[in-house]
């Protein structure tokens, strides 16, 4: 089931730019692919397209061909399966068994045939919980290893996996890898991943093909690529195996105040129609001062996201203490979860893990635009906060785009960008490295570096062992169980 894309091309309705332009690529069956490419390369566009979810001509304009075995890919659904790059957008039925059915009852799969698929799926991606676990309970890690399981289910003859390990931890990734590797070897599935983690893929793909501004930029055996083209694909922002991404750390040069602590916290989430939380994480000591960067890191399933947003005020306390000290309250009460909406624009900016949970908007001008206008900054003042921002996270050609039809890595600058444009005194960000080519991470994490030397205390909650070594000061680890710890 050869893949072929003959002068293909797509470009979104209402962009001027096109996604993908005149592609010309042959992939053979049972071949593995590592696709890569700068963000906003048109990686993505190039997954959705072979498996025919970019939709008709109200979508978008296409060009060219893209063929799955002789048949256009819009017409082929089923012999193509996708994992997306937001897990969340994948997930469909309220229980993990049924969620990971869900396709193969679409295909018409026997019933009993599905659960021997489900249990199998469930086992060979890591996800250990029943089939009845609520998928609202899970993790953004475990809902990646809930979307991959339900294309393994499916048994395609093409797997297409878009950032397949970006909110695991470095275990699950490897884990994740070799389910998909076992998965195809045994099936004999044709394989194409994108991925930023180079690293975690390079040594068991047959071949890597790079994308660039005008077309393909490498394409062959991976030890090849990398050896001949390193600066060519250093300066185009792809990540080459033993190349380090280069951020040099500024220096602060007097002490800030500590912000924000807390002592002996527990924090949860409440379950749909409880009346009360279940506890992630607790016995968690930390605090956050100007000019000081704090990593949380920990397994999947640890906590972590669920610390910052209760850190950051949106989620109430399970037990234990959690108080702004008054450099950061100034008149409002010790306790975040207590403050408004419009308390935290200048206080607390966070950033979550799913970027479309914060995407309001239809203009990526308009987006950045929402906090400044919300503390009531005059159209020229707002500009004069938008405008480098726009810049220098490179979206300033997005400007009059619809936020939803950005890439991956693009909607994560995005939302760094708007927690950024209220100057918070606290900035809490998770997985913000999630989605970036090695030149935007460089960019990035020097823009949060200089925000840190400028007095802003922040906390990271990330899997990116390079950004940890990079920006943290202090670093929290959180548990398998959710405990606490330096």
Same mark, same amino acid.
């Given at each position: ?14 962009r001027r730019r096109w996604a993908v332009s ?133 048994? #395609?003859?093409? &797997? %297409?996996? *878009?950032? =397949?390990? !970006? ?5 699950? @990734?490897?884990?994740?890898? +070799? $389910? ?26 047959d071949r890597v093909v790079v994308l660039g #501004?005008?077309? &393909? %930029?490498? *394409?062959? =055996?991976? !030890? ?5 083209? @390193?600066?060519?694909?250093? +300066? $185009? ?42 506890? !992630? ?206």
């Amino acid at each position: 089931m050869p893949v072929v894309a003959r002068g293909w091309g797509w470009r979104h309705g209402g962009r001027r730019r096109w996604a993908v332009s005149g592609l010309d690529l042959r992939i053979d069956p049972g071949e593995r692919v590592l696709l890569l490419g700068a963000s906003g390369s048109g990686k993505s566009t190039i997954l959705q397209g072979l498996a025919g979810v970019l939709g008709d001509e109200e979508d978008g304009d296409s060009t060219g061909d893209l063929t799955i075995g002789g048949v256009p890919a819009a017409s082929a659904r089923g012999r193509a399966g996708l994992v997306l790059q937001d897990p969340d957008a994948q997930v469909v039925l309220a229980r993990v068994g049924d969620d990971v059915a869900f396709a193969c009852e679409n295909l018409g799969v026997p019933r009993d045939e599905i659960w021997a698929r489900v249990d199998a799926a469930l086992q060979a991606v890591g996800l250990h919980v029943g089939r009845d676990h609520p998928t609202s309970r899970l993790s953004g890690g475990q809902k990646q290893r809930l979307a991959l399981a339900g294309i393994v289910a499916m048994r #395609p003859g093409l &797997l %297409l996996l *878009d950032e =397949p390990t !970006a909110n695991l931890d470095p275990a699950g @990734a490897e884990d994740v890898r +070799d $389910a998909v590797l076992a998965v195809s070897a045994a099936s004999g599935a044709t394989l194409v991943v994108v991925e930023h983690r180079v690293d975690l893929w390079a040594a068991h793909v047959d071949r890597v093909v790079v994308l660039g #501004p005008e077309g &393909l %930029l490498a *394409d062959g =055996p991976p !030890a090849a690529v990398f050896a001949s083209f @390193a600066t060519v694909l250093t +300066d $185009a922002g792809v990540w080459v195996p033993g190349v380090p991404p280069g951020h040099r750390r500024r220096p602060r040069t007097d002490d800030a105040p500590t912000l924000l602590t807390a002592t002996g916290l527990a924090v949860g989430r409440r379950p749909f129609g409880s009346k009360t939380s279940g506890v !992630a994480a607790s016995g968690i000591d930390l605090s956050l001062a100007g000019g000081r960067t704090l990593a949380i890191t920990g397994p999947n399933g640890a906590g972590k996201s669920t610390l910052a947003m209760t850190v950051a005020g949106l989620l109430p306390r399970v037990a234990g203490g959690l108080v702004a000290a008054p450099a950061l309250r100034g008149d409002r009460g010790p306790d975040p979860e207590r403050w408004r909406a419009r308390d935290l624009l200048t206080r607390i900016g966070t950033v979550f893990q799913e970027p479309e949970h914060q995407l309001l908007t239809r203009r990526v001008r308009d987006e950045l635009a929402v906090g400044p206008r919300a503390l009531g900054l005059s159209d020229a003042a707002t500009r004069a906060r938008v405008d480098p921002l726009l810049e220098r996270l490179r979206l300033s050609h997005l400007a009059d785009v619809n936020p939803f039809t950005l890439s991956g890595g693009e909607k994560r600058r995005l939302t760094v960008a708007t927690a950024l444009a209220t100057r918070p005194l606290v900035l809490v960000l998770d997985e913000p490295t999630y989605g970036q080519d090695a030149r935007t991470w460089r960019e990035l994490a020097d823009l949060i570096d200089d925000v840190r030397a400028d007095g802003t205390a922040v906390a990271i909650v990330t899997h990116d062992r390079a950004l940890v070594e990079a920006l943290a000061d202090d670093e929290l680890v959180l548990g398998p169980a959710g405990e606490g710890g330096a």
